[in-house]
């Protein structure tokens, strides 16, 4: 999606800030005891109340109104009978809809007590996408954002999941351009139009390389088996850089 309206930033930033405020929500309520289906509950009812539907489920027909995922679970955890315990890494990514507009965004963190090193990894995959987020620009290269990304994960020692990109969004979860890498990608020609909505979401890691596939179908797993945070926003292009749309209120 390409903004050519205010209209259009408006809704874009109302969807922004509810997946955020059911993010937050949902970071808020986890604590030892709780199961991935209850947290995920939280995340349904808070959704429905601000009349938002979840893009998950929309769109693929996602068994869970949000994905969480937990410790070797990296991405696309299916909320279930899980039992989150003390000292656990959790991701969440809330991806929702309303009035025809989309917005998606993620993170990771620690149920207390927090492990240093754990804690370490989570600071430095937010301010990876931070990088990341600094390159969007109208008419900047895609690639910028995976090579300065790549650039900070290699200068301090971490792995880029290289099979889970960015990519756009709007008036559908997924649309053009689709897999923008959030790694070092020489093959990546493509250049950011002015009003370009598009996530930032780095999957930075201890050793990981890839995103396999488990039993279930949908929950995505290590390769090789490593720690793996991920930080996501949704973001415009402007002629000054990002626009940061999923803001908590």
Sequence with gaps: MTITKEDELTRLREIGRIVADTLRAMTRATEPGITTREL???????????????????????????????????????????????????????????????????????????????????????????????????????????????????????????????????????????AIPTWPERGEKRRINKGLVLTVEPFLSTGGQWAGEGDDGWTLYSEPCAPVVQYEHTVVATQRGAIVLTLPS
């Design 40 to 178: 995920d509950e939280i995340g349904r009812v808070f959704l429905e109340r601000e009349g938002a539907v979840s893009a998950p489920q929309s769109a693929y027909d996602f068994p869970g109104a949000t994905c969480i995922s937990v410790n070797e679970e990296i991405a696309h955890g299916i909320p279930g009978a899980r039992v989150i315990a003390a000292g656990d890494l959790v991701n969440i990514d809330v991806s929702a809809s309303k009035n025809g507009y989309f917005a998606d965004t993620g993170a990771s963190f620690q149920v207390a007590p927090r492990h240093a090193a754990l804690d370490q990894l989570c600071r430095d995959g937010r301010r990876a996408m931070e990088i990341g987020i600094a390159e969007v620009g109208a008419g900047k290269p895609l690639a910028g954002i995976g090579k300065a990304i790549g650039r900070f994960a290699s200068d301090r020692g971490y792995t880029l999941i290289r099979n889970l990109a960015s990519h756009g969004i709007g008036r559908a979860l997924h649309e053009h351009p689709e």
